[in-house]
C-alpha cells in the first residue's frame, strides 16, 4: 500500500516535501511515480524513479523545480518542491509498478490517497 502526505497550502515561491510511504518494501522492488490531477485536467506525470537507481526522471513542467528521492531503510520516497507556482496546484499521488518508468498512468498498478497541494500566488 501507498500512502501519501506532506501536501498544503504554500505562497508562490515556496517550497513542500511530499512523502509517500509504502508497506511491504515496495520501495525497493517497484519503481514509483508520483502524479497529479489539478480540476478539470488529466492526471499527469510528475516525476518518477526505479528502484535500482538514485536518478529521477521527471516532466518538463517541474525539471529543476522537483527532486525525487527515496530512502529503502524508511520505505518512503519524497517530493520536494521547490520555487512553486500556482500552476502546481492539483491532487498529487504516488503510484508503484515493477516494470519501469513511464508516463502514463495506466502504467501503474498501485497507487496511493493523493494529498492536495494549493500554491496561491
Known amino acids: 500500500q501507498l500512502q501519501a502526505s506532506g501536501g498544503g497550502l504554500v505562497q508562490a515561491g515556496g517550497s513542500l516535501s511530499l512523502s509517500c510511504a509504502a508497506s511491504?518494501?515496495?520501495?525497493?522492488?517497484?519503481?514509483i511515480a508520483w502524479f497529479r490531477q489539478a480540476p478539470g485536467k488529466e492526471r499527469e506525470f510528475v516525476a518518477g524513479?526505479?528502484?535500482?537507481?538514485?536518478?529521477?526522471e521527471y516532466s518538463d513542467s517541474v525539471k529543476g523545480r522537483f527532486t525525487i528521492s527515496r530512502d529503502n531503510a524508511k520505505n518512503t520516497v519524497y517530493l520536494q518542491m521547490n520555487s512553486l507556482k500556482p500552476e502546481d496546484t492539483a491532487v498529487y499521488y504516488c503510484?508503484?509498478?515493477?516494470?519501469?518508468?513511464?508516463?502514463?498512468?495506466?502504467?501503474?498498478?498501485?497507487w496511493g490517497r493523493g494529498t492536495q497541494v494549493t500554491v496561491s500566488s
Open positions: 503510484a508503484a509498478n515493477r516494470r519501469s518508468i513511464v508516463t502514463s498512468q495506466s502504467g501503474y498498478d498501485q
Open positions: 524513479i526505479g528502484w535500482f537507481t538514485d536518478q529521477g
Open positions: 511491504g518494501g515496495i520501495v525497493s522492488r517497484y519503481n
